[in-house]
Every structure is written in C-alpha cells, then in structure tokens.
C-alpha cells in the first residue's frame, strides 16, 4: 500500500480566505483572491505572522471544497499521514489537532505529524501547495495550486487546481 | 551529513522518575526502578494513561543525565532531528515543544517533529527505547536502555545504556 503524505494549510484548509477577512478586520482593505496571484503569502498579507500566531488561527479555518470526501477515500486506499509544519507557530500543535479531529473523524492520532522541516518525511506520494517542501521530496510529487504559486512553473511536480483532480490521479 | 531521528521520552526525558512520583502522590505506594525492569510501562504503571493525560506531565520531566552535552555534539555533527510520538497524548504537543527549548536552546522548530506512528521517518539513525518504532525503520537503530526494555533481545538493534555510550558509538 502505497504511503501519501497530504499537507493541510492551503490543501485541505483554506488559509487564504481566513488571512483576507483578518486583512479587512485589521485594515478595513478588501482583498480578492485574484490580486494576491502570483504574489508569496508575506507579500500579500504583511501581517501574516501575526495573523498565523494569534489564537484560534488555525482552529477556525474552513475546508478546501471538496477534500473531505476525496481523503476520506484516500484513506481507504493508501496510508494515509497528514504531515504539517506547525513547530514554528506553537499555538498551531493543538488547534490544528483539534481541526483534523473534528473535520477527518475518521483519521487516528497515529496518522497526524506536525514538524518543522518537510525533509525529514519518508512516503512515496507527497501533496502540497510549497515548493519548499515538495523540491526535496524523493518520490512523487502533486503541487495543489494556491494563489502564492500559481504562476510558477512546476517543474516536476504534477499541478492540480482542485481536489476532483487529486481524486482522478489516485483514485 | 547523516541524518539522525532522535526519541524524547525515555531517551533525553525522564518519564519513569516522573511516573514513580506520581504513582507515590496517588497510591503512596514507592516503587524502585529496579522492581519495574521486565515490566511494561503499563504493567509498571496501572494509571499511566491518566499520568500521560494531566496538565504538565510533559512540561515538568527532568533529564536523563548527561543528555544535553551529547545532544548539542552531535547537532553539530549530524543533521538532527527530534521525533516524538506526540499526537495520541494531545496536551503533549505544546508541553514537549516548550520543553525542548528551555533544555535544547540551541534547536529550531525546523528540527522537531510530533508524530503518531514513526513509520514515516526518513533518516539513517533512529536513537529509541521502543522496539516498535525501532523495528520499522530501515536504517541504523540505537536502542536506549529504559526498565520496560531491559531484559529483552535487542535483536538487530545496537543497545546502549547511558549518553556516554551514545557519544562513543555517533563522536
């Protein structure tokens, strides 16, 4: 059984949404998704830091549309981990368990790792939305498309722009 | 530079000094580290899970001894990482991250990782006291002498006693 190693922020929850209405409630400034393409999350969102270490942060982030049914099915055909930098904003450890408990019910502790640096992860499938973390990886690689690389090229990862792509790659 | 995956509990915390403490406060009964050898840490302790589950068990561990020194050695000469299995003891994860950087200063979020299972860990030296995570991984193995381990085979697995040894074998 093949082992995939799915990235949450900006693959299954939805960051961007969450930084442009914290944006408009701090600087009364609309944002659209459309003007951030292109640009990396500091350059679209200058208080990003502060956004990402305040509390709550990452328990109140919605979903990705779509991703619930497709890892639910994932889960049933490979081994399934959920890997997420988190060490570097210590408030995410626990509100980031508490979110993948209440949205993947289905998945169990022995499935969750949250670190720091991506290298450390061996798995033959890894799906993320940061170059940083998928140039490094040895095994296949799936680049989820979100507004800070959209533009880029892909190189040899495979690009997917929606979660039903995710599913007709490997499922 | 090799890679090592290095455990928490047992191998630079002190769990079962902390569990014999606690066993003490609760039951008034005191055990020696000597009358735990061959035992399970479950077998040892009936109300581990209730230990494991309390408010700063994980903040309040002291050392093994002569850790620190070994550790910031080989930092300099490996590329280390620390794995911890985290995720099934949830208030764990902040505690052990504060942990880490009041005795570990000289390590970045970039080089700690809480896990469930640690199949998942690609690295060439797993330094562990628990066969099951040693027994899956494909590289090297350093198995950490603790009670619940002392009697049994160390099959493929290097077996060390004290930080002195590790520093031997990895300086």
Redesign the interface.
Known sequence: MK?I?LDMDGVLADVYNHFIKMHFEETGESLTIEALEGKTELEAFPHIRKHVNSTGFFRDLKLIPGCQQYVEQLNQQYEL?I?SA???F??S??EK??WLNKYFPFL??????????K?????DIMIDDHFKNLDYFPGETILFTQPHNKFADAGRHRRVTHWEEVGQILL
């Open positions: 082992r190693a981990f890997v988190a060490t570097e210590p408030l450890l626990s368990q508490i169990t502790w022995r499935q969750m790792v949250f670190c720091g640096s290298e450390i992860i061996r798995a």
